[in-house]
C-alpha cells in the first residue's frame, strides 16, 4: 500500500477539496478522484438524514433516496485495509527548472522520477501552472504544440516558457517553440479556435482516459477557457445542507423504523397494525403516534415512496418558531436538538423590533455535495434548494452515494415583528429602495444571462445584511471568530427569521458562546446597528447604486468590506444582496431604514 500523500479535514473533502478539484501536495500536483475510487466503502460511515437523501435524489433526478456516507478516514498501519482517497496525478505538463529564462515545457513521459536530463544532468520538473476547462466542469491539459503554432502544421521541437516580467502578468508570460513560434498566455484568455478552441469533454477525475462528447447528444458545444489550477474560480462545490430538527414526520419515521425488521415489515393492514400495537415494546415505541400516521408510514416504506416534498427552510423554520417559552417546556429532539424560547424586554431600543428569541442549545447540521461547477457557482437559492436545471459536473461515473459529514453545535435565532415588518414595506422610501435593488438585479440577470432568476425580495435583503451586521457584533465576544459562525435566513410569508449557529465535528458539539450571547442580545444588536450607521468607505459605499453599469455590483446597494462582507464560509449567498440602507440611516440621512434613530 502506498503512504498518503497528504491530510485534509473531512469536511474540506466536500467543500473545498471534492472529486474534480486540483489539489498541490508536498512532492506532487494531483485532481481528485471521483467516488468510485475511494476505499473503503465498506467501512465508510452511512450519516442518515432523510430529508437530506430525498434532496440529493430530487437534485440528481432519482427515484430513490440517495444514501449519505461519511468520506473515509486515513490510516497508515500496513496491517490494515488501505484507506483514503486516492487522487490521479494531474497535469502532465511540467516546466523544467533550469537556471535559464526559456525553460522547457515537457511532458510526464519525459521525466524520470520528476526529473528531466538536462546536459547530462537530471533536473527537477514543476506542473506547469495552466490548464484549460469549460463550464460544465470537464478538464484537461492545454494542447501546447498546437496552441503556440495556432493549430497549423505538426512541428515536434523542443517547446518553453518564459516569464519576460516580473508582475506574473499572463502578458509578460510567453510560451513558444524552438522552430521560432511563440505566443502569449494572454492570447490564451481570448475565444476562439486559435486558441484554445473546442472542449474535449476529458474528466481526468474519472479516470485518465475517461470524457463524454462536450455539451452531452444535442447540447451546445463548448470553448475551452485558460484556467490557472490555484485559482478561486477552479472548483466550487455544491453543497446541500440541512438542520435535523425533531418534526412530526420524522418522530413517525424513526419510530417506524425502529420496529420495521422484527414487528411493522409484514403489516398489510390497520387490523394487522393494532395486534402489533398489543405488544409492549411496541405500544411503548409508538405512543403518542395515531395509527393513521404510523399505517400511512408503513405504506410509505414498502412501496418506496417519496418523503413529503418540503422546501428545505420550511421545516426548519416551523420548528424553531414551534419553541416553547415557559420553563419546563422545552422543545427538544434527543440528541440532535434541544432549544428554549426565552423572554424579552421590548419596552425600548432595538428589541422592540424583535419578535422572539429562541437559544438552540444543541443542533446538528448535515452537509452533502451532490457535484461542482468551475468558473461559476451555482450556490442554493434563498429556500435552500439547488436549480434543478443547472448541470453540474458529476461526482463519480454513475453517482450510487454522495459524501456528506455531520456537525453539532449550538445558534442563537430571532425573528423580526411581523406587523413592524409589514408597516416597513409599505412606506414609499422602502418602496423606492426596492425598485432600484431590483433594477440591480435585472442588470445582473442581463449580464449573466440568467433569464429565469428570481429575485429574492427586500425582507430577504433587509434579513441578511442584519445578519452580517450581528455575526460581526457577537463575534467579538463569543470566543468564536467570524469564519466560524454561519448564518441561515428564514424569509417566509408571515415570518422573518435569523439563525447563527456555530458547529463542530466533535460529538460534543461547541462551547455556549453563542448562547450566551442570545442571553445579552440587546447589547450586541444595539452595537450591530452602531456599526453599520458609519462604513470606513463612506460616503463612496453609502451612494452606490445597484443599477450602476460603472461599477457592476449589480446585487449589493450600501455594503462593501469596510461594513457588510464577511468571509465566504460564513455567507449563505456568497456576500450577494446586501444593503445597510435598509437596516439603520446612513450618511445620506433617514429614508428606507427598518430601524429608525428611535430604536438605536
Not at 513560434?181 to 474535449?200: D, F, V, Y
Not at 413529503?308 to 419553541?323: H, M, R
Amino acid at each position: 500500500m502506498k503512504k498518503h500523500q497528504g491530510e485534509i479535514r473531512r469536511s474540506q473533502l466536500i467543500r473545498t477539496y471534492g472529486p474534480g478539484s486540483m489539489v498541490d501536495l508536498p512532492n506532487h500536483s494531483v485532481v481528485v478522484s471521483g467516488l468510485d475510487y475511494w476505499f473503503p466503502q465498506a467501512e465508510m460511515p452511512a450519516i442518515v438524514e432523510e430529508r437530506l437523501s430525498a434532496k440529493v435524489a430530487a437534485v440528481l433526478n432519482r427515484a430513490k433516496p440517495v444514501p449519505l456516507k461519511g468520506p473515509p478516514i486515513a490510516d497508515d498501519d500496513e496491517r490494515k485495509t488501505p484507506t483514503g482517497v486516492p487522487a490521479f496525478q494531474f497535469p502532465e505538463w511540467f516546466v523544467v527548472q533550469v537556471k535559464r529564462k526559456r525553460r522547457p515545457l515537457v511532458h510526464l513521459e519525459s521525466l524520470t522520477k520528476g526529473r528531466y536530463e538536462v546536459d547530462g544532468k537530471k533536473v527537477p520538473a514543476i506542473p506547469v501552472r495552466f490548464v484549460q476547462a469549460c463550464v460544465l466542469g470537464h478538464l484537461s491539459d492545454i494542447d501546447w504544440h498546437g496552441f503556440i503554432h495556432q493549430y497549423r502544421g505538426d512541428c515536434a521541437r523542443q517547446i518553453w516558457m518564459e516569464e519576460r516580467g516580473s508582475s506574473g502578468d499572463l502578458a509578460d508570460v510567453i510560451v513558444g517553440c524552438d522552430c521560432g513560434q511563440e505566443r502569449s498566455m494572454a492570447q490564451a484568455t481570448r475565444r476562439g479556435a486559435e486558441n484554445l478552441g473546442a472542449c474535449l469533454g476529458k474528466r481526468p477525475w474519472l479516470g485518465k482516459y475517461a470524457g463524454e462528447k462536450c455539451g452531452g447528444e444535442g447540447g451546445k458545444l463548448q470553448l475551452s477557457r485558460l484556467l490557472i489550477r490555484s485559482a478561486s474560480d477552479a472548483y466550487f462545490s455544491q453543497v446541500l445542507s440541512v438542520i435535523s430538527l425533531p418534526d412530526r414526520g420524522s418522530l413517525v419515521r424513526d419510530a417506524v423504523a425502529k420496529l420495521w425488521e422484527d414487528f411493522l415489515s409484514l403489516v398489510e393492514s390497520r387490523e394487522d397494525l393494532a395486534k402489533e400495537r398489543k405488544r409492549p415494546s411496541v405500544k411503548a415505541a409508538l405512543d403518542g403516534l395515531s395509527d393513521d400516521e404510523v399505517f400511512a408510514e408503513i405504506e410509505r416504506r414498502r412501496t418506496g415512496g417519496p418523503l413529503p416534498n418540503q422546501k428545505i427552510k420550511e421545516l426548519e423554520l416551523a420548528t424553531l418558531l414551534s419553541v416553547k417559552e415557559k420553563l419546563g417546556e422545552e422543545f427538544h429532539g434527543g440528541a440532535d436538538f434541544l432549544a428554549r424560547r426565552i423572554p424579552i424586554r421590548r419596552e425600548t431600543g432595538p428589541l422592540r423590533a424583535i419578535d422572539r428569541v429562541v437559544l438552540v442549545d444543541r443542533l446538528r447540521e448535515v452537509s452533502a455535495q451532490v457535484g461542482f461547477t468551475r468558473f461559476e457557482a451555482q450556490a442554493a437559492d434563498i429556500d435552500g434548494e439547488l436549480s434543478l436545471d443547472v448541470r453540474s459536473a458529476p461526482l463519480a461515473s454513475e453517482v450510487k452515494w454522495v459524501p456528506a459529514v455531520e456537525n453539532r453545535g449550538e445558534g442563537i435565532f430571532l425573528t423580526l415583528d411581523p406587523s413592524r415588518v409589514s408597516a416597513w414595506r409599505k412606506r414609499p422610501e422602502v418602496q423606492v429602495r426596492e425598485k432600484e435593488l431590483a433594477g440591480g438585479f435585472e442588470a445582473w440577470k442581463t449580464v449573466h444571462k440568467k433569464p429565469n432568476a428570481e429575485f429574492p425580495g427586500l425582507p430577504y435583503i433587509l434579513l441578511h445584511s442584519l445578519s452580517h451586521l450581528l455575526l460581526t457584533a457577537v463575534s467579538l465576544d463569543c470566543g468564536y471568530a467570524t469564519s466560524s459562525i454561519r448564518e441561515r435566513i428564514y424569509a417566509g410569508d408571515d415570518a422573518h427569521g435569523i439563525l447563527l449557529y456555530t458547529s463542530s465535528p466533535d460529538a460534543e458539539g461547541t462551547l455556549g458562546g453563542l448562547i450566551d450571547v442570545g442571553r445579552r442580545l440587546d447589547l450586541h444588536l444595539r452595537r450591530a446597528l452602531e456599526m453599520a450607521r458609519l462604513c470606513s468607505n463612506d460616503p463612496v459605499c453609502a451612494m452606490h447604486r445597484p443599477n450602476s453599469s460603472q461599477e457592476e455590483r449589480f446585487l449589493s446597494g450600501s455594503a462593501c468590506h469596510g461594513c457588510l462582507l464577511i468571509s465566504e464560509p460564513s455567507c449563505e449567498n456568497r456576500n450577494d444582496f446586501l444593503d445597510r440602507a435598509l437596516v439603520v440611516p446612513t450618511v445620506l440621512g433617514p429614508g428606507p431604514e427598518f430601524f429608525g434613530e428611535e430604536d438605536l
